[in-house]
Structure formats: structure tokens, C-alpha cells
């Protein structure tokens, strides 16, 4: 069974850099992994994803050229790097799995598992 446990988050200003990990003790190696973010009172929105075993990758236009998304197949973790961030970046970020890639990849419906969350801060 996947069990996705975000980690990585915090309190940052802007312009500075975090890397959010996303750990599976499961079986995530065979899973495509995308990240979402939901700001307060805000719908969850679509970050990114890398597929498996990482031929497919995918931005929101937000983030491209700032965020990266990589993953450790040995490990079972995803990592989403980010960088240059701002104070629009502020929220809890998302790591979920799919069984599928890629149709409807930022839609948070297409996923099968989901992670607790983890709380980013981006303060001016």
C-alpha cells in the first residue's frame, strides 16, 4: 500500500529556496508522482509531476523555471526543489500518486494516494 509522508516545509522569505521530499513506504518506484499546492481558501492547484521511472515531466506555468521535480527510485521519494520563491507560493503542498500518465495530470482527480501535507511560507 503507498503512504506518501511530505517533509521539507517552512518558514522562508522571498527569493530563498526550500526542497520538499516525499517519502513512500510502499511501492512508489511504479507510481507516477505529482505535487499540488492549496493556499488558504484557495481550490488545491497543480505544481507538478514526474512520471516513473521519469521520462514525462510536467509544470504548472507558475513554477516552471523556478521549481524542479525529481525523484529517487531507490529511495521511494520525490523531491520538488524550489527555487526563487514568493510570497504567491505560500501553502500547503501535496505529494500524490497515480497509477496512470499522463491524461488530466492537473487534475487532483486523477490520483490515487495522497499525502498530510506540509506547510510553505513565503514571507515578503
Not at 26 to 50: C, D, N
Not at 63 to 72: A, E, H, L, N, Y
Not at 97 to 105: E, F, L, N, Q, V
Request: charged share 20%; proline share 2%.
Amino acid at each position: 500500500q503507498v503512504q506518501l509522508v511530505e517533509s521539507g516545509g517552512g518558514l522562508v522569505q522571498a527569493g530563498d529556496s526550500l526542497r520538499l521530499s516525499c517519502a513512500d513506504s510502499g511501492r512508489t518506484g511504479s507510481y507516477h508522482m505529482g505535487w499540488f499546492r492549496q493556499a488558504p481558501g484557495k481550490e488545491r492547484k497543480f505544481v507538478a509531476l514526474i512520471s516513473w521511472p521519469s521520462a514525462i515531466i510536467y509544470y504548472a506555468d507558475s513554477v516552471k523555471g523556478r521549481f524542479t521535480i525529481s525523484r529517487d527510485n531507490a529511495k521511494n521519494t520525490v523531491y520538488l526543489q524550489m527555487n526563487s520563491l514568493k510570497t504567491e507560493d505560500t501553502a500547503v503542498y501535496y505529494c500524490a500518486a497515480r497509477s496512470d500518465c499522463c491524461t488530466g495530470y492537473g487534475s487532483s482527480g486523477g490520483y490515487d494516494y495522497w499525502g498530510q501535507g506540509t506547510q510553505v511560507t513565503v514571507s515578503s
